[in-house]
Nanobody
Framework: AQQLAESGGGSVQAGGSLRLSCTLS????????VAWFRQSQGKEREGVAYIYTGSGVTFYAASVEGRFTISREDLNTASLEMNSLKPEDTAMYYC??????????????????????WGRGTQVNVTS
């Protein structure tokens, strides 16, 4: 069965940095499309960034571009480096993987990709 394991997260002051990591297992394809989503209290879940671990193609939400960097460590592991954190970045962060990883190659928007597999989430708190 497909499993996603997240690590990282925690509390940091505004302007600080945190790093999240996601490791996949049981996936059907050698390369994967790994994404990070977040959901804060009272708000809808939003896509933050994704990476296709085969070629390294990335996509970022406008709200984090220039501050967050998603990278691949291998075909089954991706990390999210979060810099210049703001209080509005406070949320539960979820790792997700696409059912069909090749859909991420063209840099499509999150809504166009079926992220079928999810981790349990890790909390990020940014204090002012």
């Amino acid at each position: 069965a497909q499993q996603l394991a997240e690590s990282g997260g925690g509390s940091v002051q505004a302007g600080g940095s945190l790093r999240l990591s996601c490791t996949l297992s049981g996936m059907s394809f050698s390369a994967n499309c790994v994404a990070w989503f977040r959901q804060s209290q009272g708000k809808e879940r939003e896509g933050v960034a994704y990476i296709y671990t085969g070629s390294g193609v990335t996509f970022y939400a406008a709200s984090v571009e220039g501050r967050f960097t998603i990278s691949r460590e291998d075909l089954n592991t991706a990390s999210l480096e979060m810099n210049s954190l703001k209080p509005e970045d406070t949320a539960m962060y979820y790792c997700a993987a696409a059912r069909y990883p090749s859909f991420c190659i063209g840099g499509q928007d999150f809504g166009s990709i079926d992220f079928a597999y999810w981790g349990r989430g890790t909390q990020v708190n940014v204090t002012s």
